[in-house]
């Protein structure tokens, strides 16, 4: 069997169509097609029920699923590697960050470390900790910042941790108080985050331990929309201190967040196990040099 063979099957799943993952692979349709029934024909077992637009695995699909993305992933793998030997003169990084607190936090040193190493090229990827954790299981990212995962799957490097601060409209009931229990919270209107953000997950959480549900007013993942629905006064929001801080304008009362200690700890993130090309080594020692940027 060949990788583009595997590499095609895979994406077909990943997509849910051959159409989709042509458009994916950047090859034709019947191209792609045809390598999975070459795929077929060499393993002598079908891999994918067709029922018109519609595919699902046979037992065996699944199987020959997991094994093509292990395949897929020491390719990679080994790939880096090779890289590796002209001692980051070449090579790539394909990094994950946070939406939240991308600006303040790593603009800075992604600037740095493009000085430091102009010839790695990195891929950017950016999202919720769920979608960037799943993409680094699928060997589409190789490290990614996420708040600090439990799972055993990934391994992990600390960088910051930050209080939670509440964004409230300007003539909210508690707008003078000093710092605020979330459970003052539970008749207002609250902005969230979109599903694939572990920190809305703890939000909702800490809610439910607090003796209430939120009322939810809208979602989003990008923290100057939810400041301006806030100063719009649609609801309250609660964001990391140090992206709290960025967002303060008229129309917005910012206080700290005294119970729970609700925290953003963001860690770096790779799979457990996998290889840290010297790439990723090179962005992981930058981290532990300069650390998140200084702050009052």
Known sequence: MEFNQLRSFVEVVRQGGFTQAGRALHATQSTISKQVAQLEQRLDVQLLERNGPHLRLTEAGALVLRRAEEMLRLRQDLQ?????????KRGELRLGLPLLGGEVLFAELFSEYRRRYPNINVHLAEGGSKLLEQAILQGD?????????TDPAFDHQPFCNEPLDV?????HPLHDQQSLALAQLADSAFL????????N???LQACKQAGFTPREA???????FLAALVAAGQGVVLLPRIVARQLERPG???LPLREPDLRWDIAFVWRRGGYLSKAAQAWLALLREKGPLARP
């Open 80 to 88: 880096s590697e090779l890289h590796d030997l002209s001692q980051l």
């Open 141 to 149: 990212l190789e490290l990614s910042g996420s708040l600090t995962p």
């Open 167 to 171: 964004l409230l409209p300007a003539d």
């Open 192 to 199: 969230l985050y979109q599903q694939s953000f572990t920190l």
């Open 201 to 203: 997950d703890r939000l």
């Open 218 to 224: 809208g979602r989003s993942g990008q923290a100057d």
């Open 252 to 254: 917005i009362i910012r």
